[in-house]
């Protein structure tokens, strides 16, 4: 029996005053119990639909047609508020933001157990007992803790440890997963997609999963869907789509899933005496109500100039804290910091604001990354035009216009003008967007693949190597 079945879906989004279809004709059904992935590169029409499915379509967006059937049931036409009744009852949804996904003045106990207060009749001590088996199952450490805490307490992979958990709570006929594994490590991820295949074997819950890792999908799911400029390419059973794929399409995204054998990067050669970043027994605790929580204890490493270094670690290990007390957002407890041989241990707020000319930042986050008012134009001219006055040299100016100018061209498949907002992309184009602007010597990138499709990333190793003859 199909839980879900679309049939000829067609949605539109509004430009100024023009509307663009997007999405064209789209038509595929998902079983009781199964797993159907959506897969595709940044900007193809997979998160539309998914939304869609749900009635979640943003403001500037419509459906010009097609149904969506649930249980045999057609909500096509169905308010937003009929809709209430089925979200999070018999559809979740595990939104691909965990940061603008949960309420920042409500603990994490409230919000997970919100939806338990809507849909069941438990009192108040059941319905704890229920949101701390909830947090645990999902993986999160200590979950009496976590119960009292704010989203803003928590790491990202934390953040979408709780969605998922809220998404679950309920045992739904269908969880529409948006990479729901982007912001976790690879155990964590583990845990999760084993815990969302338990769901299916013991209460049918069919999973519609959305992503851009081909190579999970491929491992997880029962059949898949090649999305491509808002049309399905290819979809049928996961082995018989890897093993004969009929479309051009899919058969250059497994060429490119079967290019990706890990190799040993080679020695960078002699380095200059200076290290780019130098730590010494760096240490931050964080006080968590009557509580401490030991982040960072006495930390040491150096960093090369031209080298690349990978911290690797599970959610709420310390790597995102390391990265603020380096960037200056937050003070060390304890320690050195040396960045290009100055201490930036005590700097005054203007030596901090140049030595902000040779580092940066590739967020996890791209939706709370860019500001939604500017077009991406400005918002690489920012940084520019900014600096331009400590720069009297006009030669420099030209260069406003960042990655495009002085820097490797994105590949084609970008497709997006800087004209447009960063609400009108896709999250893979809106990652690179400024890092490059003053070709830092140093730049920290904070999971900058995982929400990038394949062709996407190939821009990536294009920016490492222009980033190495920079020094």
Same mark, same amino acid.
């Given at each position: ?85 089925? +979200? ?100 964590? =991820?583990? +845990? ?34 090649? #999305? ?31 290019? =990706? ?32 929580? =030991? ?5 040491? #490493? ?50 901090? +604001? ?22 991406? =134009? ?94």
């Amino acid at each position: 029996m199909n839980v879900l079945s679309v049939e000829n879906l067609r949605i539109s989004y509004r430009s100024r005053q023009e509307w663009r279809e997007v999405v064209h004709g789209v038509s595929f059904s998902i079983r009781r119990g199964e797993m159907l992935a959506f897969v595709g590169e940044s900007g193809s029409g997979k998160t539309t639909t998914a939304q869609a499915i749900i009635g979640l379509l943003a403001d500037n967006a419509r459906r010009d047609g097609g149904k969506i059937v649930i249980n045999a049931e057609d909500i096509s036409g169905w308010s937003g508020k009929r809709l209430d009744s089925l +979200r999070g009852a018999r559809i979740s949804l595990v939104p691909q933001d965990p940061g603008n996904s949960l309420n920042p003045v409500q603990t994490i106990g409230t919000q997970v157990g919100e939806i338990l207060r809507l849909h069941q009749k438990h009192g108040a001590a059941e319905r704890k007992s229920q949101v701390l088996a909830l947090l645990e199952k999902v993986g999160l450490s200590h979950p009496e803790q976590r119960f009292n805490q704010y989203p803003h307490q928590l790491s990202g992979g934390m953040k979408q440890r709780v969605l998922i958990a809220i998404a679950i709570a309920l045992k739904p006929d269908l969880i529409i997963a948006d990479e729901p594994t982007s912001a976790l490590d690879v155990t964590v =991820q583990k +845990r999760i997609l084993d815990l969302l295949d338990t769901l299916r074997r013991e209460s049918g819950t069919a999973v519609l999963f959305v992503t851009h890792d081909l190579a999970l999908a491929a491992q997880r799911a029962d059949r898949l869907l090649v #999305f491509r400029h808002g049309e399905i390419q290819e979809q049928g059973a996961t082995a018989e789509v890897i093993r004969t794929p009929q479309h051009a399409y899919t058969r250059q995204l497994l060429s490119d899933l079967q290019g =990706q054998n890990l190799t040993i990067a080679p020695a960078g050669g002699r380095g200059l005496a200076t290290p780019a970043i130098r730590l010494e027994g760096v240490s931050k605790r964080f006080t968590l109500g009557h509580s401490h929580l =030991q982040a960072l204890d006495r930390v040491s #490493f150096e960093v090369r100039r031209g080298s690349t270094h990978a911290l690797v670690g599970e959610s709420g290990s310390g790597k995102t804290t390391l990265a603020r007390i380096l960037l200056g957002f937050e003070r060390a407890d304890g320690g050195e910091i040396a960045i290009d041989g100055i201490n930036a241990g005590h700097l005054s707020r203007e030596a901090q +604001r140049q030595l902000r000319r040779k580092i940066q930042f590739v967020y996890q986050n791209p939706f709370a990354s860019l500001d939604p008012r500017q077009t991406l =134009q400005q918002i690489i001219e920012e940084p520019l035009k900014n600096f331009d006055r400590f720069q009297p040299d006009p030669a420099a100016r030209p260069r406003r216009g960042g990655c495009r100018q002085g820097s490797p061209s994105p590949p084609s498949c970008w497709g997006e003008p800087l004209a447009s907002s960063p609400a009108a992309s896709a999250s893979g184009w809106r990652l690179p967007a400024r890092w490059c602007w003053s070709r830092p010597f140093w730049c920290w990138m904070k999971p900058p693949r995982r929400s990038t499709s394949r062709c996407r990333r190939k821009f990536w190793p294009c920016c490492s190597s222009s980033s190495s003859s920079w020094g």
